[in-house]
């Protein structure tokens, strides 16, 4: 299984623009089941310099692309608020990142 996962970090002071632009993304970008599914919406914390976000997406066999680009339009929008920052990182289940070390997976 393929997972996006992305990190977003904000100062304290930009919480509620954050909130609110969060919600006109996703209200924009709605979530599309035929690319995958959402494991961790948003897991969020306060840190010394401010809080940060954690969300978790599988995404289904060939729509890595598409998923990506659903995944960034929102996160763009995110993006004009000042100091809001992210990262996104496509990461792979022990079966899909075998081949990666030169194993094959074990049949399930």
Do not use: C
Not at 17 to 28: F, S
Request: hydrophobic residues 45%; proline residues 6%; glycine residues 6%.
């Amino acid at each position: 299984m393929v997972y996006i996962v992305s990190e977003t970090w904000w100062p304290p002071g930009k919480s509620a623009e954050v909130g609110k632009t969060y919600i006109e993304a996703m209200n924009k970008f709605p979530d599309d089941r035929s690319l995958g599914k959402t494991i961790v919406q948003s897991a969020t914390w306060a840190e010394k310099d401010g809080l940060r976000a954690l969300a978790v997406y599988t995404v289904k066999p060939g729509k890595i692309k598409e998923a990506m680009d659903q995944h960034m339009n929102r996160l763009l929008l995110l993006a004009a608020i000042e100091g809001y920052r992210f990262q996104v990182n496509v990461a792979y289940d022990i079966v899909e990142s075998m081949p990666f070390v030169g194993l094959e997976a074990p049949p399930l």
